[in-house]
């Protein structure tokens, strides 16, 4: 007799298959959400650095006050929606609000999934601004915290009053 040789898995060898991919899944998860907060913890902080340097040098550049601030629908200031995004734009009468007159220069999305983004500073304004003059911010010195679900992704970017930028680990978020 001749017995037909056939190419494929057993159901045993599926299973074992199956169970080995759930096994490896399930010890890589976590370190997959790790590595993902600290790519948005990088790309977030690299953001906001690249903003702020940007608002500062348009204020000086364009001698007007130039104002970053939270923004969920990107045209209007809204206070602690800093997770969905941020607009900057000039403003004319100095009221931290978009205006009729007034243009939006630059909005940027952040869509935070492993963090959330806070601006503390020095007045309890929830908005920076670069004045006119110089491009240096109008008591606006503070930080952004980053707190991340990674503890150790957590970032601090603090901005001192004359504009510059740094970074540092917070102790607490």
């Known amino acids: 007799m001749f017995f037909k040789q056939k190419n494929g898995f057993t159901l045993i060898e599926l299973i074992i298959t199956v169970a080995i991919l759930a096994i490896i899944t399930i010890l890589a998860l976590p370190y997959f959400h790790e590595i993902m907060a600290k790519q948005e913890t990088i790309k977030t902080t690299n953001?906001?650095?690249?903003?702020?340097?940007?608002?500062?040098?348009?204020?000086?550049?364009?001698?007007?006050?130039?104002?970053?601030?939270?923004?969920?629908?990107k045209l209007n200031c809204q206070v602690n929606h800093w997770n969905s995004g941020f607009i900057i734009f000039i403003d004319s009468n100095k009221n931290r609000q978009v205006d009729a007159n007034e243009y939006i220069i630059l909005t940027e999305s952040t869509d935070l999934k492993y963090g959330?983004?806070?601006w503390r500073g020095t007045l309890s304004i929830p908005s920076l601004t670069f004045q006119a003059a110089n491009g240096l911010p109008i008591g606006s010195n503070g930080s952004?915290?980053?707190?991340?679900?990674?503890?150790?992704?957590?970032?601090?970017?603090?901005?001192?009053?004359?504009?510059?930028?740094?970074?540092e680990k917070p102790f607490t978020c």
């Open 47 to 73: 953001k906001l650095i690249s903003s702020i340097q940007f608002a500062k040098s348009h204020a000086a550049l364009q001698h007007s006050n130039v104002v970053i601030c939270p923004s969920q629908d």
């Open 116 to 118: 959330n983004l806070n």
């Open 144 to 167: 952004f915290y980053y707190c991340s679900t990674a503890q150790q992704a957590s970032h601090k970017i603090i901005l001192s009053q004359m504009g510059n930028v740094r970074i």
